[in-house]
C-alpha cells in the first residue's frame, strides 16, 4: 500500500486497525519500531540500485522503520495502473521520486507476476511494503522480484500482520494453496476468497469501506481496484513461500504496529 503524507499514513492505519490504532500510528510517526536486521539492510542496501513494487511507502522513508530511501542510490518503481485506489496520474516511463534528496527513478505500470521489458538481474534489491497480499498468485511474484534481482541481492517484504489488521478473523492461506495458484496460473480477475472475506472481513477495523454493503460493491471489482487481501500470512507463511520462490530467508519478524517483514537474498549460485 501507499499512504504519502501524515493523512494518507492515517487512512492506512484506519483501514487496517480502526480508530483503536491511531495511538500507535502517531507512536510511529515520531519513533518508529526497526527491524533487528536494520543495519545489516542498511550496509547491504547503500547506494545501490532497486526497485519497489507498489509504493512510494511511508515505511520506507527517511523517518520511517526502515528507512530504505535514505540508503538507496537509485529506486524505479512499479505500480500496476496509471490511477489506483492509492495515487493517480501515474505514467509509465516517467519520474519517481522517492526521496529529495537522491536521483529520480524510473515509474512503471507494470503486473507484479509479470515485469515485462525489466532486465534479468537489473537491480540490487527489491523492496515492497502491504503489496504482496492484494496479489493474487504471490508465488508468481515472488519468482518474477526474484528474475529481476541480481545474485547476492536482496528483498525486503513488509505485511500485514493479520492479528492486528481486519483480516484477523480470516484464516491462514496455506502453502499448498499458493502452490496451486501458481500451477494453475491465477490472474488478478481471480475472486475465488471473495466468499471467505465477505463475512469475515472486520468492518470495525475498516471504517472507511463503509457498510457492509458498500464493501461488498467494492470488492467485487477487485480486479480493477486491486483493494482486497487475497491471501492472509504469518511468518512462517512467508518464510515458506520466499523459500519455494528461490530465495534465501535471512530474517523474518514482527514490527510493530502491523507489520510482518521479511529480509531475503538471492544466491550467489
Known amino acids: 500500500m501507499k499512504p504519502v503524507g501524515a493523512v494518507h ?26 527491524p533487528s536486521f536494520v543495519t545489516t539492510a542498511q550496509t547491504a542496501l547503500a547506494e545501490h540500485n532497486g526497485l519497489e513494487i507498489g509504493g512510494p511507502s511511508r515505511l520506507f522513508r527517511r523517518r520511517g522503520g526502515i528507512p530504505v530511501y535514505a540508503w538507496a542510490g537509485k529506486i524505479d518503481n512499479v505500480n500496476f495502473a496509471a490511477g489506483t485506489a492509492w495515487e493517480a496520474g501515474l505514467r509509465d516511463g516517467g519520474d519517481f521520486r522517492f526521496d529529495a534528496a537522491k536521483p529520480t527513478g524510473r515509474q512503471f505500470l507494470r503486473e507484479a507476476v509479470n515485469l515485462h521489458g525489466l532486465a534479468e538481474a537489473g537491480y540490487d534489491f527489491v523492496i515492497s511494503s502491504h503489496c504482496l497480499e492484494h496479489i493474487a498468485n504471490p508465488l508468481a511474484a515472488l519468482r518474477e522480484w526474484h528474475r529481476v534481482t541480481r545474485p547476492g541481492g536482496h528483498l525486503l ?39 471467505e472475506i465477505l463475512p469475515l472481513h472486520d468492518l470495525s477495523r ?8 458498500q464493501f461488498e460493491i467494492r470488492a467485487r471489482a477487485n480486479p480493477q481496484n486491486r483493494c482486497l487481501h487475497h ?36 544466491p550467489t549460485a
Do not use: M, Y
Open 206 to 213: 475498516d471504517p472507511l469501506a463503509g457498510s457492509r454493503g
Open 231 to 266: 491471501h492472509v500470512f504469518d511468518l512462517a507463511l512467508l518464510q515458506s513461500a520466499l523459500t519455494e520462490s528461490g530465495w534465501t530467508v535471512l530474517a523474518t519478524e514482527i514490527l510493530a504496529p502491523l507489520h510482518l517483514v521479511a529480509w531475503a537474498q538471492k
Open 157 to 195: 517484504l513488509a505485511l500485514p500482520d493479520p492479528a492486528r489488521t481486519f483480516d484477523h478473523r480470516r484464516p491462514l492461506t496455506t502453502l499448498a494453496h499458493l502452490q496451486e495458484d501458481f500451477l494453475r496460473g491465477t490472474g488478478e480477475e481471480d475472486l475465488t476468497h471473495l466468499p
Open 9 to 34: 499514513h492515517l487512512i492506512h492505519r484506519l483501514r487496517h486497525g480502526g480508530v483503536a490504532w491511531l495511538g500507535s500510528a502517531l507512536r510511529e510517526r515520531i519513533a518508529p519500531a526497526k
